[in-house]
């Protein structure tokens, strides 16, 4: 097995928001990521699934650069990026990229598509001919036409605005990509293409993919591994099917649970999570199944990540 | 044989685009909503599922405008009604969920308050009667602490809750209908679920028809009894839910369901390339010129 190109460990994130009180006294902390680990192999696509404000886009961010961490260490290809010794926003933008859930709003209006991806190739000092074929190849590779490249974002429909956003991550050829939410705002047939695409590019450049998302049908659909994350922590996380077929924490079985699927709708298909209620090892149990709202000011009941089986991981706590 | 609760009898609405002429929207489409049916709508953006729905609530936005067709409720021609007559049947017996119930809700008025309106203006009860069955209402929809509750403002209320709040104001006058369009894009996954099976429980319940509009196609299977897919305003199929999803009989039917994620597909299917319409069907002009509608005789499943 080769090493990880990117090597999480125990990321913690904590926002500080002022109180009511006079001069903002009565100051809260905000437990945003706490105690995340993870690594990502070259190649692979691992998902980060939760409900809003479980931490998933905050742990986008980081790996991204783009919001520090409280604590904790973030490596590519064994280099932390994050801390004192980081590398530049410039030497970092080639080893991780980001695709945003609205292209509409992470595209500049007034450029057109040509003139949005030449930008980062003339920050890292490519211009002229080789600018205008590396362009023109990455506009194929997305399936848009060299001609639509001499358009402006507003004349594409979301789909290929959604094209657009991708080869605006990957012209710098990046190792990395991190997918925020990449086909929620789809219709249905559109979304499936971008699915196919998102999967054609990852084997055609060797792409390493980092998802967030709240869809479980499209994440068991492109994951390789998956993290099940619930109030700033990781709850449940192994290979896909080990979550998908053989879930053990009640807020994962929750999730799937409920996921409006035709088929279990119809009891053409059995969910999982239908067959015997998983027993905690010995000695533990599991914590909640994520029904309640957890107080997000104060610091996540003391558990643990345990192993239950060869890459499958449960957070359990002492009973 | 049962009467229709709605019918919407060759439905044409169209854009005016200068010139006396008009684009179409909705090119000719019929449904029936039996009595305490839930029947579903989908279709992707633009198919004309929404702007259906505005019709048969009397609330299409100019310049769009109902061409020719009629949509019969308890077998009145809601065309034909006076905005003063329609105004009177929306809230009363017909009733709508929107997608955004922070858009929906007034954010200068409790919810309580928002919700006796419904009760003054519809069964001339006092507000303050209103208010104490506003109270009920929250409680109906399983909100936890409803007399606290009906006091709070819509921006203190989480988006589960506000959805649950517009719900109980859609049911407060036991509506014979409920249009829920999109009722739960918004929402988390799980709360999705528990609003979803709130919507089912209490309409089966009062025995209220509802007609689902969705993009999703699992809201709608596990939602409705009847299913019709619109592409392009029209309705290109309409059968029971389970036939639909077994046996899609319409090419762009087909297309949607190969193009879903489905969960457990992997398992059965290992990992596989999702179907593009585009590519199976490349002129999408000839969907709308073939239609399935199966008969209600057959093949009911209740």
């Not at chain 2, 305490?36 to 953006?45: D, K, N, R, T």
């Not at chain 2, 929402?187 to 089966?204: F, G, N, P, S």
């Not at chain 2, 193009?259 to 593009?276: C, E, K, M």
Request: a neutral charge; charged letters at 20%; hydrophobic letters at 40%.
């Amino acid at each position: 097995m080769s090493a990880p190109i990117l090597e999480v460990d125990d990321l913690h994130v904590r926002f500080p928001i002022s109180g009511r009180g006079i001069l903002g006294a009565g100051k809260r902390t905000l437990y945003a990521v706490t105690g995340v680990s993870f690594s990502l192999a070259k190649g692979e696509c691992l998902s980060i699934v939760g409900e809003s404000g479980c931490g998933k886009s905050t742990t986008a961010l980081s790996i991204m650069g783009l919001q520090e961490p409280t604590e904790g260490t973030i490596r590519f290809r064994g280099k932390p990026i994050t801390g004192p010794g980081a590398p530049s926003r410039m030497a970092r933008a080639k080893a991780a990229q980001m695709v945003f859930q609205d292209p509409y709003a992470s595209l500049n209006p007034r450029q057109t598509v040509n003139a949005s991806l030449a930008q980062p190739l003339k920050l890292h000092g490519i211009a002229g001919s080789e600018a205008t074929d590396r362009i023109a190849a990455m506009l194929r590779s997305v399936g848009l036409t060299a001609e639509q490249g001499r358009r402006y974002p507003h004349e594409f429909s979301g789909g290929q605005r959604q094209r657009i956003g991708i080869a605006r991550a990957l012209i710098l050829e990046p190792e990395i990509v991190v997918l925020d939410e990449p086909v929620s705002a789809l219709d249905v047939s559109i979304r499936a293409q971008i699915i196919n695409l998102l999967q054609d590019l990852q084997e055609q450049f060797g792409l390493s993919y980092v998802m967030i998302s709240h869809d479980l049908s499209v994440v068991e659909h492109m994951s390789d591994r998956v993290l099940v994350m619930f109030f700033s922590q990781i709850v449940e996380q192994g290979g896909w099917g080990e979550i998908f077929e053989n879930p053990q924490h009640p807020y994962t079985r929750r999730l799937i649970d409920a996921i409006p699927d035709p088929d279990a709708a119809l009891g053409r298909a059995r969910k999982a999570t239908e067959k015997v209620h998983p027993v905690p090892p010995p000695g533990w149990r599991f914590s909640s199944d994520g029904s309640v709202a957890p107080d997000v000011f104060s610091p996540p009941e003391a558990s643990e990540l345990v192993d239950i089986g060869p890459d499958h991981k449960v957070r359990l706590l002492r009973a | 044989m049962t009467v229709p609760l709605l019918e919407v009898k060759d439905l044409h609405v169209g854009l005016p685009i200068g010139g006396g002429q008009t684009y179409p929207i909705l090119k000719g489409v019929s449904f029936q909503i039996m009595p305490g049916e839930a029947f579903g709508l989908v279709g992707e953006s633009g198919s004309g599922k929404s702007v259906t729905s505005l019709a048969a609530m009397g609330l299409l936005k100019k310049p769009l405008r109902t061409t020719a067709g009629q949509i019969l409720f308890h077998g009145r021609d809601l065309l034909k009604l006076s905005r003063r007559e329609m105004r009177k049947l929306r809230g009363d017996r017909i009733a709508m969920i929107f997608q955004e119930p922070m858009t929906a809700l007034n954010p200068l008025a409790t919810v309580g308050r928002q919700i006796a309106e419904m009760f003054y203006l519809h069964q001339g009860k006092s507000w303050a009667e209103g208010e104490k069955l506003a109270v009920e209402a929250l409680a109906n929809v399983r909100v936890p602490n409803p007399d606290r509750r009906a006091k709070n403002y819509p921006h203190q209320m989480s988006g589960g809750l506000r959805q649950r709040v517009m719900i109980a104001m859609a049911l407060a006058c036991d509506p014979d209908l409920l249009i829920a369009d999109e009722p739960t894009t918004a929402l988390d996954v799980t709360v999705q679920a528990e609003v979803l099976r709130l919507i089912k429980e209490l309409c089966t319940e009062r025995g209220t028809a509802v007609l689902f509009i969705s993009h999703d196609l699992g809201v709608i299977a596990s939602t409705c009894q009847r299913v019709g897919v619109m592409y392009s305003g029209v309705l290109v199929e309409e059968n029971w839910t389970e036939a639909l999803f077994t046996d899609p009989r319409h090419e762009y039917t087909r297309g949607l369901l190969g193009a879903l994620p489905r969960l457990g597909s992997r398992s059965t299917q290992g990992r596989h390339r999702l179907v593009d319409i585009d590519s199976i069907i490349p002129d999408r002009s000839i969907l709308t010129q073939t239609r399935f509608i199966s008969p209600r005789g057959e093949g009911a499943s209740a």
